[in-house]
């Protein structure tokens, strides 16, 4: 019975419409989960794995015999030899009882057990237990100090929040500007795809600003003017800035003057200022040099240093040390008010804590050993030795691409990467076209069919429309190198040969 005065009808009318179920597919899921894309880890580097187990199945019918992985920034994976005196300390956190072992003195410096057991005192239950959900205060403290030492300026450990990896940082704040779609975020193209795939997933729009290849890479604030006044004349809201430097893939260094426009321009809009700094030990040009926003920022004055909100990210991956799978990074909030802060404290919550190793490699990373220490010369010669074979490499590869006929390539300044712009014979653009593809894309998954090598095609990081790049790591051993840019050049030369052909010759 009926215990109102409504009628039945009337209820019906007010109900809402009885939704039948949907089983689980790529059509009900998250639409923007869907749209995401990562082509660093796309259908050219799903297919090398594909290669990889063939080859490790000792199939024949492949015209190579080795797959080198340089479609993505994981050194060890192709040989890169990890810092010792990190891997000691890790050792002996993950195990302490070998710090009690009679050869404990033999195998390990004085400065690695006296590390080990500082870190051990002061976290309780060791690397086992959850940690504070913004990371171990001691291990905040000490990258806290290396932040301050680089800088030149105070680092207060409460603004830190140590994370798994750099990516994590970039998802928090993504989850917490963006509310909607009509809120933006200024990313660099080419830019590393986290970005556009995180904006994506959590429903904001990306704002691009095309950085100057002409003019190694660098951004201009005319550019950034017109697309911000142009996303506000349509009604949407401008949140954040976004900049990788030393680049990904672009591998450009920004000087001074550019980085202190850049924060004014955020002052001016109002703006965050996300700062992907994870590249800042990978600088090779002659006359660059890695200079944080952060110190820029605190140098400027306090006209700027007390008000642009700042995001600086770093991350255990990357530079001389390359520890991708130990999963460590940090992110420093500088200009954020306390409430805010406070719901990014919240959000880090909700993954309880980063991996406790990772946090401890990234407090290795940021206070390694010091001169005087017993094991500085062994670190320092490790360090120095990577750096410059990185050196080399970068060279090396940038002479083999501007050797190939319709190829440029600026200098690698810093990272790891190298992003040659190609001329690509019609002939080719139309038959990737037939594919629904860039000829980028077809070029690389060409190249990987008939060279094992990996890469990725210059649309997957965005660039101007008209032009097309292949982005490469520098990070094949020496040992191997000289065959990667032999193979590369012999391929391009037979490519081109090939669709110029098929075209007439032109």
Known sequence: MLHSSASAEQLCLASPVRREPEPVSVKTINHDVVAAEYAVRGAIAIKSTAYQEQLKEGKDGLPFDKVYQCNIGNPQILGQKPISFFRQVLSLCEYPELMEHPAAADIYPPDAIARAKEYLDNIPGGVGAYSESKGAVILRQHVAKGIAERDGHPCNFEDLWLTDGASPGVHYMMKTLLRNEQDCILCPIPQYPLY????????????????????????????????????????????????????????????????????????????????????????????????????????????????????????????????????????????????????????????????????????????????????????????????ESLKRRAELVVDTFRSMEGVSCNEVEGSMYAFPRLTVPPAAVKAAANQGKPADFLYCMELLDQTGIVTVPGSGFGQEPGTFHVRTTILPPEADMAQVVQKFSEFHESFMRRYKGENGGS
């Open 196 to 387: 556009s795939a995180t904006i994506k997933l959590y429903g904001g729009t990306l704002l691009p600003y095309f950085l100057e290849e002409g003019r190694d890479w660098q951004a201009t604030v005319a550019h950034l003017q017109e697309q911000v006044d142009t996303a506000r004349s349509q009604g949407k809201q401008v949140r954040a800035l976004v900049v990788i430097n030393p680049g990904n893939p672009t591998g450009q260094v920004l000087d001074w003057e550019n980085q202190e426009l850049l924060i004014k321009f955020c002052k001016q809009e109002q703006l965050v200022l996300l700062a992907d700094e994870v590249y800042q030990t990978n600088i090779y040009a002659a006359g660059r040099e890695f200079l944080s926003f952060k110190k820029v920022l605190m140098e400027m004055g306090p006209e700027y240093s007390g008000h642009v909100p700042l995001v600086s990210m770093n991350s255990i991956s990357k530079g001389y040390f390359g520890e991708c799978g130990r999963r460590g990074g940090y992110f420093e909030l500088v200009n954020f008010p306390q409430d805010v802060k406070d719901q990014l404290y919240k959000v880090a919550s909700i993954s309880l804590c980063p991996n406790v190793s990772g946090q401890i490699c990234m407090a290795l990373i940021m206070n390694p050993p010091q001169p005087g220490d017993p094991s500085h010369e062994l670190f320092a010669k490790e360090r120095d030795g990577i750096l």
